[in-house]
């Protein structure tokens, strides 16, 4: 991360008071310079070791040293630094992984008598760059003194922490909800929109089936699958959009064990520019997923559309909802390629490099393992995909975040909600399918299990459990 990111300008709206001067009192900034850390720690000593006597010599540890710390300072317009923090990932057992978990240390302000807000703003600072460096877990060890400000704040007080120097501390945990708001913007809205279909016969289809990533089609073998991209991507990036439509239609049939067999497509477009570069895309995946487009309706001079509905064949559907209570979770993940340009932190293209014979062994993948129950990871992100899952199972979902994989450049918090190009879900009993051959492009690892209790929930090492999805996603219910 580009550790200026603008914060300047960013977050020193939540410094100081209004005045009618426009500058604030102070702003709060990453120290970036050796005198800007060096003011920081003299603070530090001021305040931790020569004003509180809480350590002998010196409040100096290892989190100073850490490359991934990073400082934040409260400074005047004189350039006084009046105040400042520090976050770092936990490094738990020594690892120099960061797992998404972070925590904030050494607040200090120089004049407690004349703070002025200077201690909330580097609170909240702190909060706002933890959420921007992809942590879905932030602590603090607090003084009790200082414990009632955090709580203000928003901060949830967790439980007793230690005695340094005979200062009693707390415990203090801030909410981060990333994984929530995506839940909520992407699958919350389906029970209610969708309940005029509930109430047809066979509508949202088959017992069993109900909210899977494809509906066999009563009668026969076949899997249908449909998805719509979202207009502002088509506007931005025809032909990544065209890629995009065929992509999640064939991880669709993939989730449900089918083999797909043709496609059909609805586009339009502004220009017949713009709509040969959506065609072209749509081809150029057609191709690389050895599956035709059969037929669909093509319209000019319209605002840009596009979905995509694919078949497939199998006599034997996996479905979401065949998961239980103590079904061991397993992650089915292509970790090659990066982050699209543009798309930074929201989607993970591993299937553009990669050739036809490999995505059509990552396509078949599932249907050679047959769990008990898959499901495609979609826009809601792992953890979201997960709870659905979880939902049309019957059942609640636990995700251990140290036994997550996941690309190098992704952090845990982009992991867990972003679209990850190739991804599966699988939930089946422990050890089950574990001797499958599997292709050598993808990253398999069992990491969580189903739960009695709703919602996902994120173990922790040190064994603490926090809540990712507070219940069902989508109010479909069981399948």
């Not at 009046?82 to 240390?105: K, L, Y």
């Not at 990533?213 to 931005?236: F, H, K, N, Q, W």
């Not at 398999?444 to 994120?458: F, K, Q, W, Y």
Request: hydrophobic letters at 45%; one cysteine or more; charged letters at 20%.
């Amino acid at each position: 991360m580009d550790r200026a990111l603008g914060l300047r300008g960013e977050l020193s709206i939540l410094a100081g008071r209004r005045h009618a001067d426009p500058r604030p009192d102070f702003l709060i900034t990453v120290a970036e310079t050796s005198a800007e850390h060096a003011a920081y720690r003299r603070l530090r000593h001021l305040e931790f070791v020569e004003r509180q006597q809480l350590f002998p010599h010196s409040d100096l540890d290892d989190t100073d040293h850490d490359p991934a710390a990073v400082v934040l300072v409260a400074t005047l317009h004189d350039g006084t630094i009046v105040g400042g923090v520090r976050v770092a990932p936990v490094r738990w057992n020594s690892s120099t992984e960061d797992i998404g978990w972070w925590f904030g240390s050494r607040l200090v302000v120089a004049d407690h008598r004349h703070a002025a807000g200077i201690g909330p703003a580097l609170v909240r600072a702190a909060c706002a760059l933890v959420e921007q460096q992809g942590a879905v877990r932030f602590d603090a060890t607090v003084q009790d003194r200082y414990a009632p400000m955090f709580r203000r704040l928003g901060w949830v007080d967790v439980g007793a922490g230690g005695v340094i120097a005979g200062r009693a501390h707390r415990e203090m945990r801030w909410p981060i909800d990333r994984i929530q708001r995506t839940v909520d913007g992407t699958k919350a809205v389906l029970a209610e929109a969708l309940a005029p279909f509930a109430d047809q016969d066979g509508g949202l289809g088959a017992s069993g089936f109900r909210g899977d990533d494809g509906v066999p089609l009563p009668g026969t073998d076949v899997i249908a699958a449909c998805d719509a991209i979202i207009p502002s991507m088509i506007e931005r990036d025809p032909e990544w959009a065209g890629w995009c439509s065929v992509l999640v239609n064939v991880n669709d049939l993939s989730a449900m064990g089918a083999r797909p067999i043709g496609l059909l497509d609805a586009v339009g477009a502004p220009t017949t520019s713009h709509l040969t570069r959506i065609i072209r895309g749509i081809s150029a995946a057609a191709r690389a997923w050895r599956t035709p487009v059969l037929g669909g309706h093509t319209q000019v001079g319209v605002p840009s559309a596009l979905s995509v509905t694919a078949l497939g064949t199998t006599p034997a559907p996996l479905r979401a909802g065949g998961g239980a209570v103590g079904d061991t979770v397993t992650l089915h993940a292509d970790l090659g390629g990066s982050w699209r340009p543009g798309y930074h932190d929201r989607q993970w293209d591993s299937t553009s490099s990669r050739s036809s014979d490999e995505l059509c062994a990552m396509a078949g993948h599932l249907a050679r393992v047959a769990p008990a129950a898959a499901k495609d990871v979609s826009m809601a992100g792992i953890a979201g995909t997960l709870g659905m899952l979880a939902e049309a199972s019957g059942t609640g979902a636990e995700l251990d975040v140290t036994a997550l994989p996941r690309p190098r450049d992704a952090s845990m918090g982009a992991w867990l909600t972003c679209f990850p190009g190739y991804a599966m879900l699988s939930a089946d009993r422990p050890g089950r399918g574990a001797g499958v051959a599997a292709p050598e492009t993808l990253t398999i690892a069992d990491c969580g299990r189903l739960t009695a209790e709703p919602g996902v929930r994120l173990r922790w090492p040190d064994g603490e459990v926090s809540v990712a999805v507070d219940s069902t996603v989508t109010g479909l219910g069981v399948a």
